[in-house]
């Protein structure tokens, strides 16, 4: 039998996000506080995932821009032990 393999094909993104003290009421104004950056994408998450607890090789297939985001995108799926090669 051949060795199974697993293929996502979905998107990368770069969450950036300011947390709040609560939700604003409707109209309110409510100032962020702490900001920070974090891997996403639903097709990326799902490939990690699966690297993770998977015992086949996980490839990921995507579109990825050539800036600072898409950099870090790639080198973060790369820690993870993905087949980068499609993207």
Excluded: C, W, Y
């Excluded at 979905?10 to 309110?28: C, H, K, M």
């Excluded at 990825?64 to 032990?81: P, T």
């Amino acid at each position: 039998m051949a060795h199974p393999r697993i293929i996502v094909v979905g998107s990368v993104n770069t969450d950036l996000v300011i947390r709040v003290p609560r939700l604003p009421r409707p109209g309110e104004t409510v100032l962020g506080g702490e900001f920070f950056q974090a891997a996403g994408g639903k097709g990326a998450n799902q490939a990690v995932a699966a690297a993770r607890v998977a015992r086949a090789p996980v490839a990921f297939v995507a579109a990825v821009g050539d800036d600072a985001f898409g950099r870090q995108s790639i080198e973060h799926l790369r820690r993870e032990n993905l087949d980068l090669s499609a993207v």
